[in-house]
């Protein structure tokens, strides 16, 4: 019986601890957004999310629009984590203008030159843990 | 010596930056390493990002756009999904607009679809601040509430195991946004303009969703049914390539097909 009740709590509680780190690293990835609200960029509700071992890689598309700006901002829940995130176009070459990384932080501004689809990749640099949690939201003007 | 300060400053505010820039990138990369599975997480653009780049080449008549009727609810519940997904749409083209009142009544319209659908109370505060927002003509705030309104539903409708009916909100809402950014680039005919309708991984990525669906009444539904073959229809028509000159002929038949989809999803035969 014991048995059975954990193997149906166990998947859901495993979720649920994969969620709230993601919550919280998309807290931090808003807090990496922030700035540029003020230079009137509109914060996308939407995200992405996900959790990563050292050195690992994880890429998300995105659908940019040529005539906009772009920033992607990424921020983790781990302290001491180092992240980082850059923008590739379609060919793989380095799309973006400028980018920063300041520990579990990191961004990085697209000025598309045609419109399509662009991949940010996020790495894990760094981390204290064996998986960090990570989230990316992007701003446009 | 003095001469040479904004020389030293420079130097010292551009070692900062260094310290704090990102670390080094290639400048290419292969992408054929990544999982398809990775990849394949892709966030659909809302209506204003595409909006935005409209009023930035020209002075597109948005209220022209505003439909009368916002369609009816036929008690189907993808049908319900789809139209709420294009009743948001319209709320971005409201905001365009700048028409409060419009802007009122769709936020009222968001939750009695989201009720039809059981996901009323994700979405009630986001209709009171659709509301208040528009009242004040705070129209960046309106806007992410539009957003935040998709995302909410979408979020309650995955929370009660409806994931697949999710997408179809998603798709209703990008099938509107599309039919308005034809409407206004045939119009007034810019390569430019029509460059925007490229969105092959969008597109590449609806049809998976719907090709893969499990529900399988879900699957067989017309409307569904019609979607597919709209996005097969579309698929070659927005180019090959990034960049690639999508002509005018193209618009008008992409606008063609999307008017008439959003006339089967808003009318109550549905």
Redesign the interface.
Same mark, same amino acid.
């Given at each position: 019986m014991l048995k059975k009740t954990l193997s149906v709590l166990l998947p859901a509680l495993l979720l649920a601890t994969a969620y709230a780190y993601v919550n919280d690293a998309l807290s931090f990835a808003h807090e990496a957004a922030n700035p540029y609200v003020k230079k009137g960029f509109?914060?996308?509700?939407? @995200?992405?999310g996900g959790d990563l071992g050292v050195k690992d +890689? +994880?890429?998300? /598309? @995105? $659908?940019l629009?040529?005539?906009?700006e772009y920033w992607f901002c990424l921020g983790t829940e781990v302290k001491n984590a180092?992240v /980082?995130?850059?923008i590739?176009?379609? +060919?793989?070459?380095?799309a973006?203008t400028e980018?920063? $990384?300041?520990g579990r932080l @990191?961004g @990085?501004l697209v000025v598309p +030159?045609? /419109?399509? /689809?662009y991949?940010a990749?996020i790495t894990v640099?760094k981390s204290p843990q064996e998986r960090t949690g990570w989230a990316v939201v992007?701003a446009?003007? | 010596m003095t001469k040479n300060i904004p020389l030293i400053l420079a130097a010292i505010c551009l070692g900062a930056f260094h310290s *704090?820039?990102?670390?080094s990138?290639?400048?290419?990369?292969?992408?054929s390493k990544?999982p398809a599975a *990775?990849?394949?997480?892709? &966030?659909?653009?809302?209506p204003?990002? &595409?909006f935005? &780049?409209l009023d930035?080449?020209g002075t597109p008549n948005w209220r022209a756009e505003l439909r009368s009727s916002l369609g009816k609810n036929s008690g189907n519940r993808a049908q319900v999904a789809l139209l709420l997904g294009t009743v948001i749409a319209e709320g971005f083209i409201a905001v365009e607009a700048e028409d409060s009142e419009k802007v009122k009544d769709i936020g009222k319209e968001v939750l009695v679809l989201a009720e039809a659908i059981n996901v009323r109370k994700a979405v009630i505060a986001r209709s009171k601040s659709i509301t208040e927002k528009a009242e004040a003509k705070n129209w960046?705030s309106v806007?992410?509430e539009f957003? !935040?309104a998709?995302?909410d539903v979408r979020a309650a409708m995955e929370e009660l195991g409806d994931d697949e009916l999710a997408q179809l909100v998603s798709i209703g809402g990008w099938l509107r946004g599309t039919q308005v950014l034809t409407s206004i680039v045939s119009k007034n005919y810019s390569a430019?303009g029509a460059?925007?309708l490229?969105?092959?991984?969008?597109l590449d990525y609806f049809t998976k969703r719907l090709d893969g669906l499990k529900n399988t009444r879900l699957g067989k539904d017309e409307l569904v049914v019609k979607i597919r073959k709209t996005l097969a229809g579309i698929r070659p028509l927005i180019g090959k390539d990034? !960049?690639a000159k999508i002509p005018a002929e193209n618009v008008d038949r992409i606008n063609k097909m999307t008017s008439e989809v959003i006339a089967a999803i808003t009318s109550k035969e549905a």
């Open positions: 509109s914060v996308r509700e939407d @995200a992405w +890689q +994880q890429a998300v /598309t @995105a $659908q629009f040529k005539g906009n180092v /980082t995130l850059h590739y176009d379609s +060919q793989g070459k380095l973006e980018s920063w $990384q300041k @990191a @990085a +030159q045609k /419109t399509g /689809t991949y990749i640099d992007y446009y003007k | *704090e820039s990102a670390l990138a290639p400048e290419s990369i292969d992408l990544f *990775e990849v394949d997480n892709v &966030v659909v653009p809302v204003s990002e &595409v935005s &780049v930035k080449l960046r806007r992410t957003d !935040g998709l995302q430019d460059e925007l490229y969105q092959p991984q969008l990034d !960049g």
